[in-house]
């Protein structure tokens, strides 16, 4: 169960220019309440027990507004990012607070629907019961093949000659272990086509195209 949030809320909002030169952006108001105090109340509503913070711009006029949480019902923690360097350099200070366990990470200036935490939440305990029951139907991801040349036996770009021998490639990802990849394929041999004609034709069938091949793809690891 998921009980611990990091928001990142340390950078300058130059996009809203003076607004936030002397202000830090999280605490501007939404219908009269700050935007990090909205974020800080969802979540807790939502379960969360446990905030780190990650300020930097102005922070500490977003410390003492937002406090340790006591109001909301759960604990806050803040880490300071003394030098703008990033959202990945401002989460890697609240690496000891995250610990090995998981944990909701987002921006403590965006407004949304509270009761999209729940819901967050409730997705990653479903997810957590697939994964741990081993009962994921997912088909594995696998990229659109590709073929190179792009135009065997032809011109390549209008100025090329291309060879007719073709290598036809993709890229398949799958963490339950994927044992082959089928590639089935058709030759369209009535000329150039626009890009829906040759799909259609390809799918439907007719006099302009072959019949339907298959060819086990061979595999070669990814590092």
Do not use: C
Not at 53 to 65: F, N, P, R, S, W
Not at 81 to 91: C, D, I, P, R, V
Not at 168 to 178: C, E, I, N, P, R
């Amino acid at each position: 169960m998921i009980t611990k949030a990091i928001l990142l809320a340390a950078g300058r909002g130059t996009r809203l220019g003076a607004i936030t030169a002397t202000y830090p952006k999280a605490l501007l108001e939404v219908g009269d309440r700050p935007i990090i105090v909205r974020i800080i109340e969802g979540l807790a509503h939502a379960g969360i027990e446990e905030i780190a913070i990650v300020t930097g711009h102005q922070a500490a006029l977003l410390e003492a507004e937002v406090g340790t949480g006591a109001h909301a019902g759960l604990g806050i923690i803040y880490f300071r990012q003394e030098k703008l360097s990033g959202t990945a350099h401002a989460l890697a200070l609240a690496r000891d607070f995250a610990g090995e366990g998981q944990f909701l990470f987002g921006w403590g200036d965006i407004v949304v629907d509270p009761t999209n935490y729940r819901r967050v939440l409730k997705a990653a305990r479903s997810a957590d019961a697939v994964i741990a029951g081993q009962t994921d139907a997912t088909p594995p991801t696998v990229f659109v093949p590709q073929r190179e040349p792009y135009n065997p036996g032809g011109m390549e770009w209008g100025t090329q000659p291309q060879p007719s021998d073709f290598t036809v490639w993709t890229f398949a990802y799958d963490v339950s272990g994927l044992n082959a990849v089928t590639l089935n394929w058709r030759v369209d041999g009535d000329g150039e086509n626009p890009i829906a004609s040759i799909q259609n034709e390809t799918y439907a069938g007719g006099s302009e195209v072959g019949p339907w091949n298959s060819e086990i793809m061979t595999i070669a690891p990814m590092p």
